[in-house]
């Protein structure tokens, strides 16, 4: 089993940053792609970022260029650093792990990961 537990959420105003982090623990070895993913009140739960254990990454067209995905694999942490943060980017950001290799349109589909963190709330306000 992997725990994932995210953190840095918070309320920004508009044009402002936040990082996310999530840390992993238990058999993180397993834990080959790793994405964020982010769901506002009354929408469906959408892929934002995503990277696998070699570093490449693939991100959502609404976050490309203010986004940026990174992996510690020594710390067993991800992180979501976001810059110029809209205020459509408020939701609740979910930390998530697959233990398999993944191709470039299964990398930030919802059924393609198998352990999810709790999330962590992203407010932005214009």
């Known amino acids: 089993q992997v725990q994932l537990v995210e953190s840095g959420g918070g309320s920004v105003q508009a044009g402002g940053s936040l990082r996310l982090s999530c840390a992993a623990s238990?058999?993180?070895?397993?834990?080959?792609?790793m994405a964020w993913f982010r769901q506002a009140p009354g929408k469906e739960r959408e892929g934002v970022a995503s990277i696998d254990t070699g570093g490449s990454t693939f991100y959502a067209a609404s976050v490309k260029g203010r986004f940026t995905i990174s992996r510690d694999n020594v710390k067993k942490t991800l992180y979501l650093q976001m810059d110029n943060l809209k205020p459509e980017d408020t939701a609740m950001y979910y930390c998530?792990?697959?233990?398999?290799?993944?191709?470039?349109?299964?990398?930030?589909?919802?059924?393609?990961?198998?352990?999810w963190g709790q999330g962590t709330q992203v407010t932005v306000s214009s």
């Open positions: 998530a792990a697959a233990p398999y290799g993944l191709t470039a349109i299964q990398a930030l589909s919802n059924d393609r990961y198998r352990w």
């Open positions: 238990g058999y993180t070895e397993r834990t080959y792609w």
